[in-house]
């Protein structure tokens, strides 16, 4: 719902451009962006997400291409989301989240040097779950002191 140093490309484009001198409230404004957001498919927003081509980094002999630094940061985000499925597949118990959701971060102020350490670059990508509100995480127990018909709402929501 939300998109941190979002890149010009995404800024540009406005969700009330047809009636934004009629409604210039800032909360409208705000709602229709989160609509907006909300509609796009995945490959949009990681499109988005890792568009570095309008971003102005200081030009360095050694440095990386932003092609080559963003191949490292995919692979690095394929890895760590990969290991946050197969750790939720393997939980005993089927699970209860609601709302919660998964936060990608990685570091866009400098392209890194070609000289320096892969593992650093990837040390610098994040893969996070939040917003835990209305989530619950069950262990055996839990789960098998709940009703049945709250067990089979988790296998229903679980295997979404």
Not at 39 to 55: A, N, Q
Not at 84 to 91: A, E, I, K, R
Not at 150 to 155: E, I
């Amino acid at each position: 719902e939300g998109f941190e140093s979002m890149p010009d490309t995404l800024k540009s484009r406005e969700p009330l451009l047809d009636t934004y001198q009629k409604i210039q409230n800032k909360t409208n404004v705000k709602k229709m962006r989160k609509i907006q957001l909300q509609s796009m498919k995945g490959r949009e927003i990681l499109m988005h997400f890792l568009d570095l081509h309008l971003e102005k980094f200081k030009e360095e002999e050694d440095q990386m291409k932003r092609s080559e630094y963003l191949e490292i940061l995919l692979h690095e985000f394929v890895l760590q989301l990969t290991k946050l499925f197969v750790s939720c597949q393997n939980l005993p118990v089927p699970q209860m989240w609601i709302g919660s959701s998964i936060a990608l971060g990685f570091d866009s102020g400098n392209l890194p040097s070609r000289l320096n350490d892969h593992d650093e670059i990837r040390k610098s990508v994040l893969v996070k779950i939040f917003d835990w509100g209305r989530s619950e995480l069950n262990t055996m127990e839990t789960y098998a002191a709940l009703s049945s018909n709250d067990q089979n709402r988790r296998n229903k929501y679980w295997n979404f």
